[in-house]
């Protein structure tokens, strides 16, 4: 059965260092993966989404790289602040078919 | 705002009640859905509209009922309430081909059957 693990449930860091969470994937060929911050009592917010023929994207102080072959995306935030914790979650999907696919979800925590 | 709203935020209830909750959203987009995140905090699909046709229904019981009036509403019915639907329903929607755009999630509801 498909299987999307994220590398931990919860993470650390220390603030101004590079936070780098993994989400991998089995049993599945997604076309396109998304990332998501989801804060206390809110409900998950977009953030980021990388195609399977694309390797990297950036926004601001995000990025995300996707390897089809690992079966692995990392989703990267640099410069780390105490604002950036949250939990993320990563989506795959696919063509065709409306329906994202959650992750379990990693709880980053900056510490100042 | 434009965003997707949820009504109500809490709902308490006992076993076997039947309730609802109200999901609106002024995006203009075509699809909708409703997950469910359970007590770990794991978030999965329960239904899916795309212009009030139902596409996604997974492996829900039958006491959960969708209902779309328009492109614009998805609410959920739930009969018979169990202890077991305890959870934060959320809903959403975005633009069809949700390859090219990310889901806009409401707030949430967060159900609790005693």
């Known amino acids: 059965s498909q299987k999307i693990e994220q590398n931990s449930e919860a993470l650390n860091i220390q603030e101004g260092k590079t936070a780098t969470l993994t989400c991998n994937y089995t049993n599945y060929s997604p076309a396109y993966l998304q990332w998501y911050r989801q804060d206390p009592g809110r409900g998950p917010v977009f953030l980021l989404l990388?195609?399977?023929?694309?390797k990297e994207k950036r926004k601001e102080r995000l990025k995300v790289t996707f390897d089809t072959t690992l079966k692995q995306s990392l989703f990267h935030i640099t410069a780390s602040q105490p604002a950036d914790s949250a939990t993320y979650l990563c989506a795959l999907g696919n063509f065709g078919n409306e329906k994202l696919t959650f992750g379990t979800g990693t709880r980053l925590t900056i510490i100042p | 705002d434009t965003a997707v709203s949820q009504t109500p935020k809490y709902l308490v209830t006992q076993m076997g009640n039947d309730k609802s909750i109200k999901c609106e959203q002024n995006?203009?987009?075509?699809?909708m859905y409703w997950y469910k995140q359970d007590s770990k905090k794991f978030l999965k699909i329960m239904f899916s509209y795309n212009n009030k046709e139902l596409i996604i229904n997974e492996t829900v019981p039958n006491r959960f009922s969708p209902k779309s009036p328009d492109k614009a509403h998805l609410n959920l019915h739930i009969n018979s309430l169990e202890l077991g639907d305890s959870a934060v329903y959320f809903c959403?929607?975005?633009?069809?081909?949700?390859?090219?755009?990310?889901?806009?999630f409401g707030s949430g509801t967060r159900l609790t059957v005693v």
């Open positions: 995006l203009g987009h075509d699809t």
């Open positions: 990388i195609r399977e023929n694309e």
């Open positions: 959403a929607s975005s633009r069809t081909g949700a390859y090219s755009y990310g889901y806009t």
